[in-house]
């Protein structure tokens, strides 16, 4: 995604760094760091389909699949490393579950405004195809995330008992 290719991205950046900004002016730091475990989390969720399942590379680029395989398996390590320093600095699990439920509505709102940038810049916004197709992409073939909102909502349900095994990630061999 790039400004010379008619995508705002330097707008979108800045939108996300004003969001950073409220994080910082009124959330302790703790309840930062914890919120970022949510993020990961997210992140992580994702990597792992991307991980598990070759279908969701159908037709792309053989370079573009390794390069997103190295940084799906970075992000996995990401969410071990948040979880981990947020115990270390004293966070609970009760902080991480209601900084879960702030991170899943601006995950969720994000992820939304900047599908309808991007189609907007795309020309096809209003088409009911490319929404379908996108739909499809989603949660039926492959469904990259059809298995993440019951992983997530697992996590709610467990009232958060232990990140560190709920995050924790398998990779099939390949
Ligand atoms: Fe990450």
Not at 61 to 85: G, I, K, N, Y
Request: aromatic share 10%; charged share 20%; with cysteine.
């Amino acid at each position: 995604m790039n400004e010379a290719r008619g995508y705002p991205a330097a707008a979108l950046e800045r939108r996300v760094e004003w969001l950073t900004h409220l994080g910082r002016r009124f959330l302790s730091k703790r309840a930062q760091l914890s919120i970022m475990c949510g993020f990961e989390h997210f992140t992580a969720l994702m990597s792992r389909r991307l991980l598990e399942d070759p279908a969701v590379f159908a037709g792309a680029d053989p370079s573009m699949t390794a390069l997103w395989q190295w940084h799906a398996v970075e992000e996995v390590e990401h969410r071990a490393v948040a979880f981990d320093v947020h115990c270390a600095a004293g966070g609970t699990r009760f902080e991480r579950a209601w900084t879960l439920v702030l991170a899943t509505l601006v995950f969720g709102l994000k992820v939304i405004e900047q599908q309808i940038v991007l189609m907007h810049v795309d020309g096809c916004l209003w088409s009911a195809r490319e929404w379908a197709r996108l739909l499809s992409y989603l949660y039926v073939r492959p469904g990259v995330v059809a298995a993440d909102h019951p992983r997530l909502l697992r996590v709610f349900l467990a009232g958060v008992p232990s990140f560190g095994a709920i995050y924790a990630v398998r990779i099939r061999s390949r």
